[in-house]
């Protein structure tokens, strides 16, 4: 009992956590610096070692300094955005309500169908990239854009930190760096700055240890935990997410490692007020010594512009969002060719491990036509397959059956971020493409649920998949889940699954299949009802 209450705490508690071990270790601190062996052990391993204190800051450092406080914002604020679309961390590959262990707002209605999307949360454009609710379209979109920006500036600053020497500044280089690191700890964290300007403006070694952890440590962890969370690498390779236990806990040291980045990025710039502001500036911005208020300036203008550049991305994914849409898509599209594009998937779970509870998402369509179905048990229920074939067809559900059962126990990840597990019973989609032969010109498979009716119902759902991947084994069009025929809130009665793809793309309620040569002139042209609407990626292997 005590356990499930433990998980079941909202953020205000880790928050509340936080803030009381933060001010009892001040007074530990204190405590510790009156005692007498504490002072034999700072004076025998000073916080300060000789040949410490200088640093050198070239004009290529500040630069990709500066660049890279941009792209961490916006890493940040898309991140928060993205996290707000399913504001629930979860220590299993189940995301089971009541099993997180941490959530950012309350517990699942029991009352009423509750589904994934309803479980989104609002958020201001000042904290989240673009702001608003379930936005993870664009947020996706500025997320993945300021990774390859991060990654190009990571990769300049290691290749010239070492081409220049200037690595010795930030890699340890003895054994003597952790207690004289401990001093520093012990003395900052009594909120006690060492004695004279010079004294606390000096790299020390707890400086050096704690760059080094960033750089060396915290930036790859996040790079990792981030391809984990990919479906063409989760869904492939399966030792990779072993590294971290499965993909949520993935998920949830991701979170973990920004929250560290930030706390440190937080601590980081009341050291440089509290510690010289003007001499730190002068530093950092013109790679100076001087006490002038010059570099201060220069670097408010500079915080400014980063400012003006963070309003003007929230701006326009809300003024021109399918202008920003497409820009990115055209760099995803060949992104995702040249990396996930070989990863088949492979992954297959055991029935142990399914999962004892998957979000729903979206709601079963409200039309007379499928109503009558539902009351036949689909009897009278037929398959539409059309467009760029040569054999054109209408398969009943007993048509489908008898081309063969294939089975699967598969990983569901969703694009708001979370997963679960399931075994999946239909045919395999390469053998409906035998019966129908798609024509040469065919390159995209469009899947069609059933509409809703009346003058207010929204268009009909549907998604474009790229007709080679319909050829893969794990894609089939399933009327089974968990051995059981497909319950309504889960897609009754035909659903896909193409194990590439994230949840939106598992059309569900499916009513016909179209072989299209483009997919441009379909309602507005993007591929799919969530990439038209919600600004989604076509393709969504990462």
């Not at 990571?154 to 001093?183: C, H, K, Y």
């Not at 500079?302 to 969002?321: D, E, F, G, M, R």
């Not at 809703?452 to 080679?468: E, F, I, N, Q, R």
Request: charged share 20%; aromatic share 12%.
């Amino acid at each position: 009992r005590i356990g499930k209450k433990f998980v079941r705490l909202r953020w205000q508690f880790w928050v509340i956590l936080i803030v009381v071990v933060a001010v009892a270790g001040v007074f530990a601190c204190k405590a510790i610096i009156g005692t007498t062996w504490w002072q034999s052990f700072a004076t025998d391993n000073p916080c300060l070692l000789p040949g410490q204190g200088s640093f050198d800051y070239p004009a290529w450092l500040r630069a990709l300094h500066w660049f890279n406080v941009l792209l961490m914002l916006i890493l940040l604020k898309s991140g928060i955005q993205i996290l707000a679309d399913h504001p629930r961390l979860y220590p299993h590959i189940h995301s089971t309500p009541d099993r997180e262990w941490l959530r950012f707002r309350g517990p699942v209605p029991k009352d009423r169908v509750w589904t994934a999307l309803d479980d989104s949360t609002h958020l201001n454009s000042w904290m989240g990239l673009p702001g608003g609710r379930h936005t993870s379209g664009m947020a996706r979109h500025w997320h993945f854009f300021a990774v390859a920006g991060w990654l190009l500036v990571g990769a300049a600053f290691i290749i010239l930190l070492f081409a220049t020497g200037q690595w010795r500044q930030i890699v340890p280089t003895t054994t003597e760096m952790v207690p004289s690191a401990l001093t520093c700890g012990v003395t900052y964290g009594s909120l006690a700055i060492p004695a004279g300007e010079e004294a606390a403006a000096a790299y020390n070694s707890l400086q050096l240890l704690v760059y080094f952890s960033v750089v060396f440590i915290a930036a790859p962890l996040l790079i990792l935990t981030g391809l984990a969370q990919a479906p063409a690498v989760s869904h492939r390779y399966k030792w990779f997410i072993r590294l971290f236990g499965n993909r949520q806990m993935a998920r949830s040291i991701h979170f973990l490692l920004w929250l560290y980045v930030v706390i440190f990025l937080i601590i980081h710039i009341i050291l440089v007020a509290v510690t010289g502001l003007a001499r730190n500036m002068n530093h950092i911005v013109l790679g100076t010594s001087g006490h002038d208020w010059t570099g201060t300036i220069i670097g408010l203008v500079i915080i400014a512009v980063i400012c003006l550049v963070l309003w003007w991305a929230n701006w326009i994914s809300w003024a021109k969002p399918r202008a920003v849409q497409r820009g990115f898509e055209r760099i995803a599209q060949h992104f995702n060719r040249l990396v996930f594009g070989k990863m088949v998937p492979r992954v297959q779970w055991k029935e142990k491990d399914i999962s004892p509870y998957l979000w729903p998402n979206g709601a079963p369509p409200k039309s007379k036509e499928f109503d009558q179905h539902l009351a036949t048990d689909f009897r009278d229920y037929r398959l539409e397959v059309g467009g760029l074939v040569e054999n054109p067809h209408e398969f009943s559900l007993d048509e489908l059956r008898n081309l063969g059962k294939s089975e699967q126990i598969t990983e569901h990840d969703c694009v708001q971020g979370w997963s679960g597990v399931a075994k999946w019973g239909g045919v395999q989609m390469s053998k409906i493409l035998d019966v129908v032969k798609p024509k040469p010109e065919a390159r995209y498979a469009v899947f069609y649920a059933f509409t809703d009716d009346g003058p207010k119902a929204k268009p009909t759902y549907y998604d474009v998949h790229d007709l080679w991947q319909m050829r893969e084994p794990e894609s089939i069009v399933a009327w089974e889940m968990n051995g059981e025929p497909l319950p309504l809130i889960h897609g009754t009665p035909l659903r896909l699954r193409n194990e590439r793809q994230v949840g939106f793309k598992q059309v569900k309620w499916i009513k016909s299949i179209e072989f299209r040569d483009e997919y441009a002139s379909l309602f507005d042209g993007q591929g799919g009802f969530r990439p038209d609407n919600e600004y989604q990626a076509r393709t969504t292997d990462m």
